[in-house]
């Protein structure tokens, strides 16, 4: 043992599998994050498309199995009052509840839940045995069921069994197969922290760090006992508001949720939480994967500890009904705790009639239970009053939830010319961003030889082209240049849009599309292709950017302008554009919008030595403009930022003075951007590939590659 701790060989094992570089110097940059889900991970191979695989799927066998499934109780994990429904709602909201706006990451749409951390969170304490239950049905449908779509049905389908009407549902999730990198979950090292450290003020909500939408490390929204574990259903109240805004939703969408919730199933917490192993990550192999074993005494079915709460919230909790309400509003409830601990609200004076029965034996009545988010739902005057309307209409109540659930488990699938299925419902909503569709027969090459003779400057369109398509994002599969909706509020006045610019580029494009008949989504980016064409020619060689006609354009109906605030950008390094005073680094934000726009690493690098030669910088800023020719795809940008006949030197925060070495002239102002690109072994070692002489025309390819998929990142239609 002592030779094997001198020498690494002798452990039999000669791959490296430590420290790795982030490690050693913690402020480098995350290239990694940018070549996530790489085919080579993936089983399923290069060439499988699970979005064609998945409309062969048998989905009224599927649904009928789900069904039966649910009164099927396995002796390993017997399911609660012989329904496993509760259990699999719980699933499918926490896949979902990840969700948050600010950034789209997280959601149900990639089967994370399956990977750490998530399937080791606190909060997902059991989902484990929730998925397993579900291993023969995955297994029966294989590749064209994925584990995320599966997931989010076998929530829909607990309802549905017992007895809600649901709204609609779309397969189409595509499961990823390592744990995902660029998801920020908070700082804290440890799980379930005190809020504090990620609020500015903990009783300031809103002071919560972006893009968190949670309140605890490990939690997915709020802590059931209270904030910080200290019950306050009006403190609890603010918080739950807070996070479930950053998951887009109102108030009247969070009370029926949390309603809707708690109307089915129970909580758990009838043992000693000390006698649960560790989470899935931590257990020991023998395991098998499952997480939160109790070895010490029998831990299923009553026995269970999940939270450490115990019980149920309603009379009858595998019933769909409007028990929920008739709880909370017709006792008064105190603080008790349950047998493992945990601070929970119970009945004063309960009815026999009224008390849920055992889990086991239903000869035996149990306590119910309110959570302080429950109690939230009473004491804050707000959700009161939604409360109280429910529970006088019950119908309304159902049918607000099943649309809130519905968009809950759908909010980050993308448009709605993704959905797949028979339950996709006809119903355009508008939080889905709708698109019409946009004519393809009209004349293309005529349309650009306007753009040509328009006058606009090749700055102008690309910077236009650009700033239409950049505000996509992968993880939720919102904004991009489909729709135009650069023409409406907010985004025509965002700064990062130039907005007077922007109008005048306008001016000339409407009328040339309105002539033509194409929409003026196409036409905006067909200028920049024009653009690019032009500057590629200005080098000396000839391109066709290629262009696929078919964007529609939306309308201020159809735009939820407010939800569409997330989508400002605050940096681009690709325009060389940063608000001022945004704390985060360019090079984050480079790193940022590469990674929502699904770009790669050579991909970025192209990019942006071309937006910097056609001089799209913000203002017309020079900063940043390594050539002489601009207005030219020459690759002048990387065999400047290369060459050691310049030294670089800091002139402000974020601006750097370029000189020449020998005579110490001023040449050009580079940005920290600019110098990030020959200073990163990684992507200096792309900007030499670029630099090279034989690389002139293989750089001008590779840019208008670059560029066409950012123009296309959200042409779903064309996958
Ligand atoms: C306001 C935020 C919420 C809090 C603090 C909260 C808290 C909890 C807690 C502590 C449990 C007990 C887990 C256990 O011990 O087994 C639970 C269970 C459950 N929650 Fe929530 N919840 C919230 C919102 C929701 C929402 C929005 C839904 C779904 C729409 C939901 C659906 C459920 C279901 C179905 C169960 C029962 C699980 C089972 O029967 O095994 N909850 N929740």
């Known amino acids: 043992m002592a030779a094997a701790g001198k020498c690494p060989v002798v452990h039999g094992a000669v791959t490296q ?63 609660d009052w012989g329904h496993y429904g509760g259990l699999m709602i719980r699933m499918a909201w926490h896949s979902a509840g990840t969700y ?20 080791s969170w606190p909060d997902n304490a059991n989902l484990d045995k929730a998925r397993r239950l579900l291993w023969p049905i995955k297994k029966k449908y294989g590749n064209q069921l994925s584990w995320a779509d599966l997931i989010v049905l076998a929530g829909t389908m607990a309802y549905e069994s017992m007895g809600l009407k649901t709204y609609g549902f779309s397969f189409g999730r595509e499961d990823i197969w390592h744990p995902e990198k660029d998801v920020y979950w908070g700082s804290e090292k440890e ?47 603010a918080q739950v508001r807070e996070t479930f805004a950053r998951m887009a939703m109102n108030d009247e969408e969070t009370v029926a949720l949390t309603a809707g919730g708690h109307t089915v199933g129970k909580a758990h917490g009838n043992g000693n939480p000390a006698n649960l192993g560790p989470a899935p990550e931590g257990a020991d192999i023998e395991d098998q994967g499952l997480g939160w074993v109790n070895h010490v005494t029998r831990g299923i079915g009553r026995d269970t500890v999940t939270s450490g709460i115990e019980g149920a919230w309603t009379t009858h909790p595998t019933r769909w009904d409007n028990g929920y309400f008739d709880l909370l509003l017709g006792y008064d409830w105190w603080l008790q705790k349950s047998p493992a601990g945990a601070w929970q609200w119970e009945p004063v004076n309960i009815r026999e009639e009224d008390m849920p029965v055992d889990v086991e034996d239903p000869t035996i009545r149990c306590k119910p239970i309110m959570t302080d988010a429950d109690m939230a739902m009473k ?80 700055s ?130 480079l790193l940022d919008r590469a990674q929502l726009l699904g770009l790669t690493a050579p991909e970025m690098t192209a990019l942006i030595g071309g937006m910097r030669v056609l001089g799209t910088n913000h203002g017309g800023s020079r900063h940043g403009v390594f050539t002489e020719r601009v207005g030219a795809l020459t690759n002048d940008f990387f065999v400047h930022l290369t060459d050691m006949a310049y030294t670089w030197k800091p002139v402000g925060s974020n601006l750097y003075e370029v000189r020449e070495r020998k005579s110490g002239a001023p040449k050009w102002m580079a940005t920290r951007v600019d110098l990030v690109f020959g200073s990163n072994a990684i992507l200096r070692a792309y900007a030499e590939v670029y630099a090279q002489d034989d690389s002139r025309e293989k750089f001008v390819h590779d840019f208008v590659a670059a560029w066409t998929k950012v123009m296309n990142a959200d042409r779903f239609d064309l996958a």
């Open 100 to 119: 948050r706006t600010a950034d789209g990451r997280g959601g149900a749409g990639h089967g994370n839940q399956r990977f750490a951390p998530l399937n």
């Open 460 to 589: 102008d369109m690309v910077a236009t082209a650009w700033d239409s398509a950049r505000t996509f994002r992968g993880s939720d599969k919102r904004g991009g240049a489909n729709g135009a909706r650069i023409r409406l509020a907010p985004q025509k006045d965002w700064a990062g849009n130039e907005p007077e610019r922007l109008a005048r580029v306008l001016a000339v494009l409407e009328p040339i599309a309105a002539q033509a008949g194409a929409s003026v989504a196409d036409v905006i980016v067909l200028a920049g292709n024009v653009g690019i064409e032009q500057a590629a020619k200005a080098a000396g060689v000839a391109v066709d950017v290629p262009f696929a006609p078919g964007r529609g354009d939306a309308t201020a109906e159809m735009t939820d302008a407010a939800s569409f605030a997330v989508l400002e950008p605050l940096a681009d390094g690709f325009r060389n554009w940063l608000k001022k005073d945004y704390a985060v680094t360019p090079e984050e934000l």
């Open 17 to 79: 599998v430590g420290m790795s570089t982030m490690e050693w110097w913690p402020k480098a940059l995350n290239l990694d994050i940018l070549h996530q889900h790489d085919t080579k991970t993936n089983p399923l191979g290069a060439d499988f498309d699970y979005r064609k695989a998945v409309q062969k799927l048998d989905v009224a066998a599927l649904k009928k199995d789900l069904l039966a499934f649910m009164t099927q109780s396995q002796d390993w994990w017997p399911a």
């Open 191 to 237: 799980w379930l922290a005190p809020s504090d450290a990620r609020y500015a003020k903990v009783d300031d909500p809103a002071s919560l760090e972006n893009p968190l939408a949670a309140v605890q490390m490990g939690l997915i929204y709020v802590n059931p006992e209270g904030v910080n574990g200290k019950p306050d259903p009006l403190k609890t109240a």
């Open 379 to 458: 004491f804050d005057p707000a959700y009161r009053k939604i409360s109280e309307r429910f529970h006088q209409d019950p119908a309304y109540f159902s049918e607000v939830f099943a649309r809130a659930w519905f968009k809950l488990t759908h909010r980050d699938l993308g448009p709605k010319s993704r959905y797949i299925g028979p339950d996709v419902p006809k119903e355009n909503l508008v939080w889905q961003d709708p698109v019409p569709e946009g004519r393809k027969d009209y004349d293309v090459a005529a349309v650009k030889a306007k753009i040509a003779a328009s006058g606009l400057s090749i």
